[in-house]
Nanobody, 120 residues
Framework: QVQLVESGGGLVQPGGSLRLSCAASGSILSMYVMAWYRQAPGKQRESVAEVTSAGTTNYADSVKGRFTISRDNAKNTVYLQMNSLKPEDTAVYYC??????????????WGQGTQVTVSS
């Protein structure tokens, strides 16, 4: 059983920056992928950024060039650096981890989310 705890959300003005953290209860080296999702009111949850166990990163087109996902394996923590924030980035941000078990079985873990509000 793995627990994920997000932190770092808050209120920021357009053009500002925030750094989100996701602390895992165990080693993130055992995870195939660590990712950040977000969900705005009335909309479905969408993938924002992910980083694989090999270090490969992927980003949604809407955040490319503005957001950066990174890992600190020693601290079992994943970060999302968000720069040049826009009102459209307002959402609850969730940390996600995917592990691979015997036979390729995938197990998803989710944090409880942290609110990010971008407003003037």
């Amino acid at each position: 059983q793995v627990q994920l705890v997000e932190s770092g959300g808050g209120l920021v003005q357009p053009g500002g920056s925030l750094r989100l953290s996701c602390a895992a209860s165990g080693s993130i080296l055992s995870m195939y992928v660590m990712a950040w999702y977000r969900q705005a009111p009335g909309k479905q949850r969408e993938s924002v950024a992910e980083v694989t166990s090999a270090g490969t990163t992927n980003y949604a087109d809407s955040v490319k060039g503005r957001f950066t996902i990174s890992r600190d394996n020693a601290k079992n923590t994943v970060y999302l650096q968000m720069n040049s924030l826009k009102p459209e980035d307002t959402a609850v941000y969730y940390c996600n981890a995917v592990s691979l078990g015997i036979g390729g079985r995938r197990t998803n873990y989710w944090g409880q989310g942290t609110q990010v509000t971008v407003s003037s």
